[in-house]
Every structure is written in C-alpha cells, then in structure tokens.
C-alpha cells in the first residue's frame, strides 16, 4: 500500500498570504496525484488532479506542482473562502489512499 | 445539473447490516466509474471500493473486502454500497464519487455526494 504523508498538520496563514501544503508518497506515482478541499461539515471538492491540473472552476490562485513522491499544493493568496482542510490522494495503485489532511487555519 | 445524493444511513448494531444507494443525476451514469469514500469523526478520508463503467470490475479496500459489496444499476442511476457484519469502526459517513475520466486516463473524483452517516453503535 502507498503511504501519503501531508505537512504540515495545521497551517496559520493569514488572509492575503501564500501557503504551501506537502504530500510525499511511499513510492513513486509519477503525478497520478489529486488534491481536495474539505470545508467543515461538506464533502470534499476536487481542486487539482494529474499533480498539476485545476478541475473545472477552480481559482487560478490554486496550483499543484511535483512528480514522483513529492507534491505540492500552493494557495497565491488566502481568500476567506480558502480556510479549510486539504487532502492528497495518490491513483496509480490499489487500494487508492488518502493523505491524513491539512487543515489551513486564520493566523 | 450533476449531482449524486446518498441515502440508506443510519445506527446498527455490532454485526448488523445496511445498505446505502448513490442517486446520481444530470451525467450518463453508464459512462463512468463510480467509488465510495468515507470518513470517521475527526479523522481523514478513506477509500473503501470502486466499480467500473465498463465491465463492472470491483476493487476494495482490505478494511472491507469480505464484508462489503458494491454494486451499480445502470437502469436506475444507482450505486449501492452492501455492509455486512458491520463494526464499530466502520462508524463515518459515507461517500459516493465519480470517477474523472479525461485524455484517456482515468484520474481523483470530480463529483461527490453531500454523504450519509453510518453509526454502528449497541
């Protein structure tokens, strides 16, 4: 089974900033990578897949970037609307697994 | 417009069964590979099973391989979700998603239903 390690846990960013959320994978995937974002009590949307592709009505200020085992998910500049819980997914293998999530808190 | 809506949660006794259905609407059901999802309290996703459009191969997670079943009903624009022999563990809610498809390749979930909360409790 492929790990996936997110970091940090928690991130304090202030509305405006940039953040920078990791993933790493046990094993290479190549950039068979998804990112979600999770607010409180919805279920998650999909933000980026291929490592690096926005899905469809994702906001520019999103950007994935990597390949291999290490991924980055970057968010320009914090909107209100932004402060949320981000989970990576790798789908090269089964079974397909989750990252156990960041959740991006107002600093 | 698309949507998938989850239905058929609810509390169980330690070894009761349950089964949820996906409803989904505004997309050709037939032409995608659909999954379920879930999520304990206060904790991560986990990927639980999947099914594809084409021939209906099903792929599970060991959590629950044996003991859960999925099936689709393309007349229906159903996806179901089978549990047996259920454990406290396996409280969450439950997700369905569709599978994106794009460029010939098969990628994360575009589409996610709002969940259904499964509670296995005495």
């Known amino acids: 089974e492929i790990v996936m390690t997110q970091s940090p846990a928690t991130l304090s960013v202030s509305p405006g900033e940039r953040a920078t959320l990791s993933c790493r994978a046990s094993?290479?995937?190549?950039?068979?990578l998804a990112w979600y974002q999770q607010k409180s009590g919805q279920a998650p949307r999909l933000l980026i897949y291929r490592a690096s592709a926005r899905a469809t009505g994702v906001p520019a200020r999103f950007s994935g970037s990597g390949s291999g085992t290490d991924f980055t998910l970057t968010i320009s500049s914090l909107q209100s609307e932004d402060f949320a819980v981000y989970h990576c997914?790798?789908?090269?293998?089964?079974?397909?697994?989750f990252g156990g999530g960041t959740k991006v808190e107002i600093k | 417009q698309v949507q998938l809506v989850e239905s058929g949660g609810g509390l169980v006794k330690p070894g009761g069964s349950l089964r949820l259905s996906c409803v989904a609407s505004g997309f050709t059901f037939s032409d995608y590979s659909m999954t379920w999802v879930r999520q304990a309290p206060g904790q991560g996703l986990e990927w639980l099973s999947y099914?594809?459009?084409?021939?209906?191969?099903?792929n599970y997670a060991d959590s629950v391989k044996g003991r859960f079943t999925i099936s689709r009903d393309t007349a229906q624009n159903s996806l179901y979700l089978e549990m047996n022999s259920l454990r406290a563990e396996d409280t969450a809610v439950y997700y369905c998603a569709r599978r994106l498809y794009e460029n010939s390749a098969y990628h994360g979930f575009d589409i996610w239903g709002q969940g259904t909360m499964v509670t296995v409790s005495s």
């Open positions: 997914q790798q789908y090269i293998n089964w079974p397909l697994t």
């Open positions: 099914i594809s459009y084409r021939h209906g191969s099903t």
């Open positions: 094993q290479s995937i190549s950039t068979n």
